[in-house]
T-cell receptor
Framework: AQSVTQLGSHVSVSEGALVLLRCNYS??????LFWYVQYPNQGLQLLLKYTTGATLVKGINGFEAEFKKSETSFHLTKPSAHMSDAAEYFC????????????FGAGTRLFVKA | SQTIHQWPATLVQPVGSPLSLECTVE??????LYWYRQAAGRGLQLLFY??????ISSEVPQNLSASRPQDRQFILSSKKLLLSDSGFYLC??????????FGPGTRLTVL
C-alpha cells in the first residue's frame, strides 16, 4: 500500500523568502512522485514529477524537488517566493508497476506575505 | 493536444434532488478516468475510477454512482442528494500511473 504525508497544512512565508513544503511517502514498490498546484476554484496542475533517473527534478515557476529514497521524502522548494505562488500544493505517489490509482496528500496551503 | 471539460461549472441543488455531472476528454483514446471530491478545507477524495467503457470501480460507498457510456465520457450521478454531497468535484484522466490531468471542476452546493 502507498501513502503520502504532507507536514503542515498551512505554511506562511514572506515574499522573497525560501519556500519549503515537506512530503514523505510510503511505498512498497518503486514510486512515481508528483507535486501538483491548485489555485482557488481551479483543477490541479502538475508542477513537477519524479519517475526515474535524476533525483533532483525541476518544474515550472522555479520550483524543484529532490527524491531521497533513504529518507522517503520528496520535499518541494523554491529559492524566492512570489505573491503568485500563493496556492494549495499537493504531493502524490503512484505505482511504477502500473497501478491505476494515485494517492494524494492532504495538501499544504501556502501563504505569501508582502 | 488533450483537453478535459467538465460541466456545469457551478450547481446549486436542493436536498433530495438528482445530480448529473459530466466530464469529457478530447485528443486521446482509452484514458483512465477519475472522479474526485474536495470538501471545504480537505484534500482529494477518490470517488470512482474507470479503465474502460462500462468498467467502474467505486472507492467510497455512498449515494453517488458513476458511468462511462463512451470511451471519453465519464458521468457522476446521484438519485437523491444529501447535504454532505456539497463540494468541489474534479474529473481527471491519465494513461498508466503517470501524470493525472485535471478538469476545471464543478462547485456543487446542496441546500
Amino acid at each position: 500500500a502507498q501513502s503520502v504525508t504532507q507536514l503542515g497544512s498551512h505554511v506562511s512565508v514572506s515574499e522573497g523568502a525560501l519556500v519549503l513544503l515537506r512530503c514523505n511517502y510510503s511505498s512498497s514498490v518503486p514510486p512515481y512522485l508528483f507535486w501538483y498546484v491548485q489555485y482557488p476554484n481551479q483543477g490541479l496542475q502538475l508542477l513537477l514529477k519524479y519517475t526515474t533517473g535524476a533525483t533532483l527534478v525541476k518544474g515550472i515557476n522555479g520550483f524543484e524537488a529532490e527524491f531521497k529514497k533513504s529518507e522517503t521524502s520528496f520535499h518541494l522548494t523554491k529559492p524566492s517566493a512570489h505573491m503568485s505562488d500563493a496556492a494549495e500544493y499537493f504531493c502524490a505517489v503512484s505505482d511504477q508497476s502500473g497501478g491505476f490509482k494515485t494517492i494524494f496528500g492532504a495538501g499544504t496551503r501556502l501563504f505569501v506575505k508582502a | 493536444s488533450q483537453t478535459i471539460h467538465q460541466w456545469p461549472a457551478t450547481l446549486v441543488q436542493p436536498v433530495g434532488s438528482p445530480l448529473s455531472l459530466e466530464c469529457t476528454v478530447e485528443g486521446t483514446s482509452n484514458p483512465n478516468l477519475y472522479w474526485y471530491r474536495q470538501a471545504a478545507g480537505r484534500g482529494l477524495q477518490l470517488l470512482f475510477y474507470s479503465v474502460g467503457i462500462g468498467q467502474i470501480s467505486s472507492e467510497v460507498p455512498q449515494n453517488l454512482s458513476a458511468s462511462r457510456p463512451q470511451d471519453r465520457q465519464f458521468i457522476l450521478s446521484s438519485k437523491k442528494l444529501l447535504l454532505s454531497d456539497s463540494g468541489f468535484y474534479l474529473c481527471a484522466w491519465t494513461h498508466s500511473s503517470d501524470t493525472q490531468y485535471f478538469g476545471p471542476g464543478t462547485r456543487l452546493t446542496v441546500l
